[in-house]
């Protein structure tokens, strides 16, 4: 199931190697919205105006356990 999550500009990561890009969004083509590499995680928009599946998402950031 897609979910949607508040993307507010156009930049995003460039540049990223193999298995850094966790997650994709797409928007007039695939970027990588969600980045990540050994224990240090990022994403590319706003979890906490994203509504009930940007609180998801940060909810399983606390528990999360590289």
Same mark, same amino acid.
């Given at each position: 199931?897609?979910? /949607?999550?508040?993307?507010?500009?156009?930049?995003?990561?460039? =540049?990223? &190697?193999? $298995?850094?890009?966790?997650?994709?969004?797409? /928007?007039?083509?695939?970027?990588?919205?969600?980045?990540?590499? =050994?224990? &240090?995680? $990022?994403?590319?928009?706003?979890?906490?105006?994203?509504?009930?599946?940007?609180?998801?998402?940060?909810?399983?950031?606390?528990?999360?356990?590289?």
């Amino acid at each position: 199931e897609p979910q /949607y999550f508040y993307h507010v500009h156009s930049y995003h990561p460039a =540049g990223l &190697v193999k $298995g850094e890009a966790l997650g994709t969004a797409d /928007y007039d083509g695939r970027f990588p919205t969600i980045v990540g590499r =050994g224990s &240090v995680m $990022g994403v590319q928009f706003h979890p906490e105006k994203s509504q009930r599946v940007g609180i998801e998402l940060l909810a399983r950031f606390v528990e999360w356990q590289p």
